[in-house]
């Protein structure tokens, strides 16, 4: 029966209650017709055979009690007394008609059908007869004749009583046949009955097979993928409560982690903030140092200048002290030609002994001048020495100042490209430094973001948690409704379970295994 | 080297001059002039202590350096060097010849008391060049034999002069 499995639920239910509401349509239908065949006996009884005897019986009953008034006439009641009896056999006798006559219109059994003309001549007789009685006592209470009753009295015995039994002969009769005709419809209902009550316990018999076989494959091919269905969601729903679990711990652990780095995204950015003032500092310092170094600069090429000056004027002076120093050493020179000079006349005169005394004086005193003069030089030229001993020293200290300001110059220099590099790597710092600090905004924009959607992840999780809960609860719902009260297993995986044990409508015991039941396989039901 | 008798050094003028920072002595008679150093001209294949000749005043006269007479390392000649130009006696002929000196000082007098011998250094030692030792005005002066110095130099002169010194 794959097809049948693989309709709908609705749809199989459908085709399951249409089979068992077919069934009992049939089955009341049978049932129905049966009741027909009863009825139809059992109305010709109540509508014609009941009726129709009790209409003979209150004919005759009419007729009795009309008697009995027609009787009571003769006993000679009262007047007023008599006048209430003749009103009553008067209707009497009119009910009687009118009873036979609507027992010959409605009621007439086929079988009477040949009796009811007798019937109604004799009751004509009868009543014809009965009247005259009535009559003869009128007559009697007319003339207070005596003769009149007692011939009233004879009538009524003699004739009247003749035409009475005639009546009454034909009316049992007639009553006779209408009992015949009920019982012989009441035998026809039995009958009808009897085989209405086996149609309908084999109907019955059948009915159940199909309804407890129709209701053994709905039931499992309802509860078996519900089965499925449901092993399936349990374990589902296991595992999204554990899943959910580890998400809430993830999402609490993401939310702390981002607390934590939100808080190192703090200090980070505060450290930020200092490094980016300390390079801010570091750029206004190194500028100040390269307008110091400027500064520096300008004073060393004036100092440059200025020893370039003074080096002039050096210059100057040694050019004089050489000019000087020439003209010292010409008169030294003079004094050293002399000083010969005065050697060479104290020879001669030494020579020329006493004559030259004299001359020796002379030598001596020209000597004395030439010493004096050379001393003179000597002096000058030592105080030139010294002057051009100044004036180097003065040149050497000018060319080590010009060289220490060179050496300015040169380092100015340097301090100026390295003041403008630091300025430069300062700048570029910031720059980077604005970088980070925009990437470190972005890294806390996005711990925050972080840290709201793990919060949120963890209430997700939470409903998550909450869902699951209610699935599993809805599971546990569903598997109280598929197997019963009894059925509904709190924490225990449902796959594990058993093959399961159902209550079908036919079963008043609930977990009643429909294998031993019925003994149909799957392979048997797969048939279907 | 020959070697001849000093003579002993007697009282009397002496011309200071210095050679290598020591101040020596020369008997003024046999100065005849002393002069600055004029341009000398160098004669080959001569002995190293003659330095050359001199034009003085029209008179070719060989120069000696003294340095290398006494031994001592030469130097550079400065403007104080001058030429002592001695003149002496050698078997009857009338030499003169010129002294490179580093400096001329004085003229000073010297007492016999201010003379000494010159002392004994030993005996493989000998001082042949110096006539003695003086003292003036607390300095030592090393008296020269000018005529050791000269006879230790064997050199022709072109001309002998006989003229006195102008």
């Known amino acids: 029966m794959k097809w049948f499995n693989s309709l709908s639920i609705a749809t199989k239910l459908g085709i399951g209650f249409a089979i068992l509401v077919a069934m009992a349509l049939s089955m009341a239908a049978i049932g129905y017709v049966g009741m027909r065949s009863i009825m139809e006996p059992a109305d010709t009884v109540a509508g014609e055979a009941l009726p129709g005897v009790d209409t003979l019986r209150t004919f005759q009953a009419m007729q009795e009690s009309m008697f009995t008034y027609s009787q009571g006439l003769m006993l000679e009641p009262p007047a007023d007394v008599a006048a209430e009896y003749k009103d009553a056999w008067t209707q009497n006798n009119a009910d009687a008609s009118a009873s036979l006559d609507t027992y010959g219109d409605k009621y007439l059994a086929p079988e009477n059908a040949a009796l009811i003309d007798d019937m109604k001549k004799a009751w004509a007789d009868l009543a014809e007869a009965d009247g005259h009685a009535v009559a003869l006592y009128d007559k009697f209470v007319e003339t207070g004749d005596e003769k009149y009753l007692t011939e009233a009295k004879a009538w009524m015995a003699g004739e009247e009583n003749d035409r009475y039994n005639t009546s009454v002969e034909l009316l049992s009769k007639m009553i006779a046949n209408e009992q015949a005709r009920a019982a012989a419809q009441m035998e026809a209902a039995d009958a009808a009955m009897q085989q209405a009550l086996t149609l309908l316990i084999i109907s019955a018999a059948l009915a159940f097979v199909i309804a407890v076989t129709v209701s053994i494959a709905l039931t499992r091919s309802i509860t078996r993928p519900l089965e499925k269905v449901i092993s399936g969601l349990a374990a589902g729903a296991d595992q999204v409560a554990g899943a959910s679990d580890q998400v809430a711990g993830a999402s609490q652990l993401l939310a702390q982690g981002s607390s934590e780095q939100a808080a190192n995204i703090e200090e980070t950015s505060s450290s930020l903030e200092e490094i980016s003032g300390m390079t801010r500092e570091n750029a206004v310092n190194s500028r100040r140092a390269d307008e110091a170094a400027r500064a520096a600069q300008t004073s060393a090429t004036e100092g440059v200048d200025s020893v370039s000056a003074m080096s002039d004027a050096i210059d100057r002076i040694k050019q004089t002290s050489d000019s000087t120093a020439k003209i010292i050493k010409t008169i030294d020179e003079i004094a050293f030609q002399t000083n010969l000079l005065a050697l060479n006349a104290a020879v001669e005169a030494a020579r020329a002994g006493d004559a030259g005394k004299g001359f020796a004086v002379v030598a001596e005193e020209v000597r004395s001048l030439a010493q004096r003069s050379a001393e003179a030089a000597k002096n000058t030229t030592a105080l030139i020495e010294e002057s051009q001993g100044s004036a180097q020293l003065g040149v050497s200290a000018s060319e080590q100042v010009a060289g220490s300001l060179k050496l300015i110059v040169e380092n100015v220099n340097s301090v100026t490209e390295l003041a403008s590099q630091i300025a430069t790597a300062s700048e570029e710092q910031a720059a980077g430094i604005e970088q980070v600090n925009s990437a470190v905004a972005q890294m806390d924009r996005v711990t925050q973001s972080n840290a709201a959607n793990a919060e949120e992840s963890a209430s997700a999780s939470e409903e998550l948690s909450a869902q699951a809960r209610d699935l599993r609860g809805m599971v546990e719902t569903l598997i109280r409704t598929v197997r019963g009260e009894r059925a509904a297993v709190t924490g225990e995986s449902v796959a594990s379970a058993p093959a399961p044990a159902y209550a079908t409508g036919a079963n008043a015991a609930p977990r009643v295994n429909p294998e031993k039941v019925l003994p149909l396989t799957d392979a048997d039901l797969a048939e279907f | ?166």
């Open chain 2, 1 to 166: 080297m020959t070697e001849t008798t000093n003579a002993p050094a007697h009282a009397g003028r002496y011309l200071t001059f210095s050679v290598a920072d020591e101040v020596y002595g020369l008997d003024i008679l046999r100065v005849q002039e002393i002069v600055g150093m004029i341009p000398l001209t160098r004669v080959p294949r001569l002995p190293d202590s003659v330095a050359g000749v001199v034009n003085l005043r029209g008179r070719i006269i060989p120069v000696l350096e003294l340095r290398r007479s006494l031994g001592l390392p030469p130097v550079v000649h400065s403007e104080r060097t001058c030429i002592i130009i001695v003149r002496s006696e050698l078997d009857g002929v009338t030499r003169v010849t010129g002294l490179i000196v580093d400096g001329v000082s004085d003229v000073v007098d010297l007492a016999p008391v201010d003379i000494e011998d010159t002392p004994e250094f030993g005996q493989s030692i000998e001082t042949p060049y110096l006539s003695g030792i003086g003292r003036h005005e607390e300095r030592i002066l090393l008296l020269l034999d000018i005529d050791t110095i000269l006879a230790n130099c064997t050199v022709d002169v072109a001309d002998i002069d006989q003229s006195p010194a102008a």
